[in-house]
């Protein structure tokens, strides 16, 4: 926004109050309701506020400015509040339906669309078109029960619709971006199939190879506002090249990177298939693998002594297990060879995970499928890797937000934490499927959902 042209005669006080007045407009007209009343309370019927612990019944949370301030048993009314005014407490009823922490998907691609020109994007769809195609999914996101996401994906575009959301500009779940993945030349993050020249042009300028250049790789990201650090550790399944699913950064690369992150404050986050790939970057020290499809009791040696976190991705190939090897697939011969090799995995390798006790952070690779089906991981985390739904909620709440590494303001609905929550009509401990169909939404004290009516 343009400085407006405002005479010298105005003081800066009053200049303050215009353009904070004008802001609060244009943000008012961008989203609606997107401003939180100070005080809300909300009746809750059942209450899950710290998945792993007992449900609670009959409880009302008290919330202000965004932040969780009580939970007190019974439904009390506006009147209760002491010093505030009734007329300023903004009451919800939720006392039909089952109240939980809102949900956080560690792997997500809000601004990835797989289509057939996805290889030309980088010649065809700017930043800002990506940057707007990601609001868009954004919104899907949020809308289906997810508060907050770790984006690892995208580049520049991410750290702008970060920004973007957390200034109430657009309507999203709170994002954790990567601002770009770190891979090596010819690798899953490179460019593939375009001339070299045009490749030259376009090329993502965290690819790296070799000590010195991987730990610039990590620099430049942390230096564009990075909140976490995204490796690919071995080839990837979408990514348009013959180079299969194995091992493509070598250790002392891998190292290099976490190093350097954790040495600035983050964390790293490793895409990896093969097992050489995944046993590699868990030794040099990542603190999430993610998808880690050809795991071994090696890997699970090594995830509970370095205390890891694995975030499976079981619904990319639950629902595009038999598109993509089915006879009119639509990958290209090398993409199909990798989804057959990984498909005949994906059915078992987060139940050993899960048996040898590895921690499981939810993650679901929205993008690779479209957004908004994210909740429908649940299932596959209960069928596949063989969770109780209690067990498949935590990995989206408590476990999500200590691999976060924010423990202190997400992942239960607890004093002094953010007021994220969701609500669904049944019992989502009884049939984890309920989460598929969220009724309510607040983030941060703010409802953008509300199909409040038991049916
Ligand atoms: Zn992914």
């Known amino acids: 926004m343009r400085p407006v042209n405002f005479k010298k005669s105005v003081s800066s006080n009053k200049l303050n ?59 009390i009314k506006s009147t209760e509040l002491g ?106 993050m490179d460019t593939h199939g375009l001339l070299p020249e045009v490749t030259d042009l376009i090329a993502r300028p965290e690819i790296c190879d070799g000590v ?21 550790t071995t080839g990837g399944v979408v990514s348009e090249s013959g180079a299969g699913l194995n091992q493509q950064m070598f250790e002392d690369e891998i190292k290099a990177i976490v190093d350097t992150a954790h040495s600035m404050n983050r964390k790293v986050a490793a895409h ?19 998808h880690g499809t050809f795991l071994d009791k090696e890997s699970i040696r090594l995830f509970k002594r370095n205390d890891v976190y694995l975030v499976p991705t079981l619904l990319a190939p639950a629902l595009l297990g038999a598109k993509m090897l089915g006879e009119n697939s639509p990958l290209p011969l090398p993409q199909q060879k990798k989804a057959r090799l990984a498909m005949t995995r994906a059915k078992t390798y987060a139940r050993d995970a ?60 607890s004093v002094g934490k953010y007021a994220d929550l969701i609500a669904v009509n049944g019992d989502p401990l009884a049939d984890v499927t309920e989460l598929e169909n969220v009724k309510f939404v607040m983030k941060e004290g703010v409802v953008y959902k509300n199909d409040n009516k038991s049916d």
């Open 212 to 232: 010195a250049e991987c730990r610039h790789s990590a620099r430049l990201l942390i230096r564009k506002g990075a909140d976490h650090i995204k490796i690919a």
């Open 83 to 188: 010093a505030v005014k009734p007329e300023d407490v903004s009451l919800i009823d939720l006392s039909d339906f089952f109240v939980l922490p809102g949900l956080i998907d560690m792997h997500t691609h809000l601004s990835l669309e797989i289509t057939p020109r996805l290889r030309y994007e980088g010649v065809e769809r700017s930043q800002a078109y990506r940057a707007l195609r990601g609001a868009r999914n954004a919104k899907r996101t949020l809308d289906v029960g997810i508060t907050t996401v770790r984006n690892v994906g995208g580049g520049q575009e991410m750290l702008a619709l970060r920004d973007a959301i957390a200034e109430n500009l657009v309507i999203g779940p709170r994002v954790f971006a990567v601002g770009g993945g770190i891979g090596v030349t010819g690798g899953h």
């Open 354 to 413: 899960h048996k040898g006790n590895v921690k499981i952070a939810f993650g679901t690779d929205a993008g690779v499928f479209p957004h908004g089906m994210n909740t429908k991981e649940f299932r596959y985390l209960v069928e596949w890797a063989g969770m109780s739904p209690m067990e498949a909620i935590k990995t989206a709440t408590v476990n999500a937000a200590d691999l976060l590494g924010q423990s202190e303001t997400l992942g239960t609905l």
């Open 272 to 290: 990896a298939h093969g097992l050489d790939g995944i046993n590699a970057a868990l030794r040099a020290g990542v603190d999430s693998i993610e």
């Open 17 to 75: 109050l215009i353009s904070f007045i004008s802001l609060l407009l244009i943000s008012l007209i961008i989203n609606g309701n997107a401003v939180a009343a100070e005080w809300t309370i909300i009746h809750a019927g059942k209450l899950l506020s710290v998945p792993g612990e007992p449900v609670l019944t009959e409880k009302s949370i008290v919330i202000k400015a965004g932040t969780i301030e009580r939970i007190v048993d019974g439904y």
